[in-house]
T-cell receptor, first 112, second 107 residues
């Protein structure tokens, strides 16, 4: 299994600002995934981050709004840029080990 | 893209009751997983089950890939089973999640 930590666990931010979320995994993994879960909703994939290459973004998500870094096989960051209240969500980091997907505890973001 | 439908959307059970959650998907997949999101938001992987049947304690799951559905069985439910159960599917791609079944188990 994988143990995933995220920082911060929660934050309250003002509109127009940016927040960087960190994800640390206790195993080396090829792909890391970033998901968004809006209040009361399911999970939506933002992007897939491979070490050493540009992240692959899903439809509706762009690099300027959600830049991602993947400097090594155990760490990734997601930045939520120029935030608006619509960005208020839980942001989840995830990895696949073997054929099982594991999730971090999430970052709860409230934008005022 | 693949569509994932889960039913029922909401379920209320008395402690000790049994339940069956269903996941239908629109296309062939080689990856299907069930997750439980507890009331504090943590997602726990329950099963990797692209086909066949698996059991883990009071939980079991069956996937009939040829008919594009999967079932999650919860027996002798406990209050700690409360939360949202998600089915997620994929084919050599990141998983696509259903909307979930919200389960409330009352004592």
């Amino acid at each position: 299994s994988a143990v995933i930590s995220q920082k911060p666990s929660r934050d309250i931010c003002q509109r127009g600002t940016s927040l960087t979320i960190q994800c640390q995994v206790d195993s080396q993994v090829t792909m890391m995934f970033w998901y968004r879960q809006q209040p009361g909703q399911s999970l939506t994939l933002i992007a897939t981050a491979n070490q050493g290459s540009e992240a692959t973004y899903e439809s509706g998500f762009v690099i300027d709004k959600f830049p991602i870094s993947r400097p090594n096989l155990t760490f990734s960051t997601l930045t939520v840029s120029n935030m608006s209240p619509e960005d208020s969500s839980i942001y989840l980091c995830s990895v696949e080990l073997g054929k099982t997907q594991y999730f971090g505890p999430g970052t709860r973001l409230l934008v005022l | 893209g693949i569509q994932v439908e889960q039913s029922p959307p909401d379920l209320i059970l008395q402690e000790g009751a049994n339940s069956t959650l269903r996941c239908n998907f629109s296309d062939s997949v080689n990856n299907l997983q069930w997750f439980h999101q507890n009331p504090w938001g943590q997602l726990i992987n329950l099963f990797y089950i692209p086909s066949g049947t698996k059991q883990n304690g009071r939980l079991s799951a069956t996937t009939v890939a040829t008919e594009r559905y999967s079932l999650l069985y919860i027996s002798s439910s406990q209050t700690t089973d409360s939360g949202v159960y998600f089915c997620a599917v994929g084919t050599n791609t990141p998983l696509v999640f259903g909307k979930g079944t919200r389960l409330s188990v009352i004592a």
